[in-house]
């Protein structure tokens, strides 16, 4: 997805200002034109855009920053909040209630990738305990009821539609009646779309929407759709009362910066991205690690999570342990390479280790990115000739020449790959240095902890020198309030931008 070299533009644009000696009014405005560029590029609507820059010059007065003051990250922070502005539209979306019949309605046009999405909506909750059922109204496209029956049989939820019934409205009606009385707390209804946006699809849409009265409509949008999308969300948030916002095909090659400007047009949170055709590829939506990943930041209490889902129970202590010494050996990256690699689909979590996100691995294009692993793995391999030394050393300078032409030769690739390996891990072991110090919650403590994250529990985590860095607890606190005082704070942490 081109929402990752999205993420890589900004990182560049950051680095490249934190690397002026210098901050003043000409690098900032060098780097804020660099990520407009790279914005609009990716399809985000030109006002939002515009309305961003002015956003951060305005916060980020050069001229009242008292010396001394990191200005780097006060404009990264700033940076960091306009893009979350962009895509939180300050209220939450409708909340389900399990027990409680609930009626959610689908629209958006066709192909958005809807009837897909409505599967994957209802699999998703039928998984955390609801009980979800489908409903057809979809009696445009021939083979449309067909494709819900399939999906829904598939996962074994129950469905509603017919082949001869003509009236959209009447089959909605019938359908949640009929859920409503088999107690289904979430009844979901799949609408008609159209090629494109046309008065009969709306009146539809406004008709089955007055007659089943759904708690909540999802708008499902293609994330190809470009710099459209901000004039079709809002055609559609005119006929019917959007309340949230589904992102689809974000695996795919679509620029996607068209899903922030949707959002704005809707006013409506995106609660779900579409990662792929399958049934489980399906993210529920956070801004604030979004965007921290997104910017290169990484996220930190993602990534804890993910830890015990990646890394093997008996390892994980011994890793945490390892980084805590601020120890970030070759050997490191080879065993988490290798963890990530027994994992199938692994871009997703390599987004969330601090460091890892677009450079290595490129959402999108995953098998070119495993490809470019399994060869440094290799080269690793090779490595074990050369002694326990350089694989358990925190020196890149023992990897000489020399060294590089043996491991090349030993594992059959050409030295600039060797010498790109050590780019890698180099870049990943200032990253991961960050991380000396830390102090590893105890066992099962781990997810508690980045669930109920206050200032109080985060400076026992992090490490001293980070917490000096941000101005200790009296720091702390007020950077948490700002931010909203949430577990996605970590990912702030993450690094990247270098110092
Ligand atoms: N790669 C990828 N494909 C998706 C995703 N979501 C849906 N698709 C595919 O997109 C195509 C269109 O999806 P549908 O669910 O049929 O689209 P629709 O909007 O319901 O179409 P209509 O019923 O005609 O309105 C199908 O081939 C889906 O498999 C996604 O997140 N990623």
Redesign the pocket.
């Known amino acids: 997805m081109v929402l990752a070299q999205l993420g890589g533009s900004i990182s560049r644009a950051l680095q490249q200002m934190s690397n002026a000696t210098v901050i003043d009014e000409k690098v900032l405005n060098e780097c804020l034109n660099e990520i407009s560029r790279a914005l609009l590029q990716s399809d985000v609507q030109f006002k939002l855009v515009r309305d961003m820059q002015s956003n951060i010059k305005k916060i980020v007065n050069l001229d009242d920053l008292a010396a001394g003051h990191n200005k780097r990250k006060i404009i990264q922070q700033a940076i960091f909040n306009e893009l979350c502005k962009m895509l939180d539209p300050g209220k939450p979306s409708f909340t389900l209630k399990k027990g409680k019949p609930s009626i959610v309605m689908f629209v ?10 409505c599967t994957k909506y209802a699999y998703y909750h039928q998984k955390k305990g609801w009980k979800p059922a489908l409903v057809c109204a ?1 009696t445009f ?1 021939a083979g ?1 009821f067909d ?1 819900l029956k399939q999906n829904a049989t598939k996962a074994k939820i129950p469905f509603y539609g017919s082949y001869m019934e003509s009236d959209p409205v009447k089959i909605a009606v019938e359908g949640v009646e009929r859920f409503k009385k088999e107690n289904c707390d979430l009844i979901i209804v ?1 609408t ?2 159209r090629h494109k946006q046309e008065a009969a699809l709306f009146e539809e849409m406004r008709q089955v929407s007055e007659a089943t009265n759904p708690d909540l409509v999802v708008f ?1 949008m293609d994330s190809s759709i470009g710099q459209a999308a901000f004039d079709q969300a809002q055609a559609f948030r005119q006929s019917v009362s959007v309340g949230a916002v589904i992102v ?5 090659h679509a620029k996607g910066g068209g899903a922030l400007s949707a959002v704005a047009a809707t006013k409506s949170p995106v609660i779900f991205i ?4 399958h049934m489980d ?1 399906f993210e529920v939506f956070d801004v604030k690690p979004f965007v921290s990943r997104l910017l290169g930041m990484g996220d930190w209490s993602g990534f804890m999570d993910k830890i015990h889902e990646v890394v093997p129970m008996d390892q994980q202590p011994e890793l945490l342990q390892k980084l805590s010494e601020g120890n970030f050996t070759l050997r490191i990256m080879y065993e988490q390479f290798q963890n990530l690699m027994k994992m199938g689909p692994i871009g997703q979590v390599f987004s969330m280790l601090p460091g890892f996100s677009s450079e290595l691995m490129p959402k999108g294009r995953e098998k070119e990115s495993q490809a470019k692993i399994k060869r440094y793995m290799t080269m690793m391999d090779s490595m074990t000739n050369e002694g326990k030394l350089t694989l358990d050393s925190t020196n890149p300078k023992l990897m000489n020449e020399s060294r590089m032409m043996r491991i090349a030769r030993g594992s059959g690739r050409p030295v600039r790959e060797v010498m790109e390996m050590m780019e890698e891990y180099k870049r990943l072991a200032k990253v991961w240095s960050k991380m000396k110090g830390l102090k590893i919650p105890k066992k099962g403590e781990m997810s508690a902890l980045s669930r109920n994250m206050n200032a109080q529990h985060m400076s026992k985590v992090l490490p001293p020198q980070m917490l000096k860095q941000i101005g200790g607890m009296g720091g702390l606190q007020s950077l948490m309030k700002q931010m909203g005082g949430n577990k996605d704070m970590m990912g702030m942490f993450g690094g990247g931008g270098g110092e």
């Open positions: 958006g046009l066709q192909g958005s990738g809807k009837t897909t999405t979809d496209r449309a494709q799949d008609s779309g499902v689809t095909k974000m695996d795919g579409g990662t792929g055709e590829e």
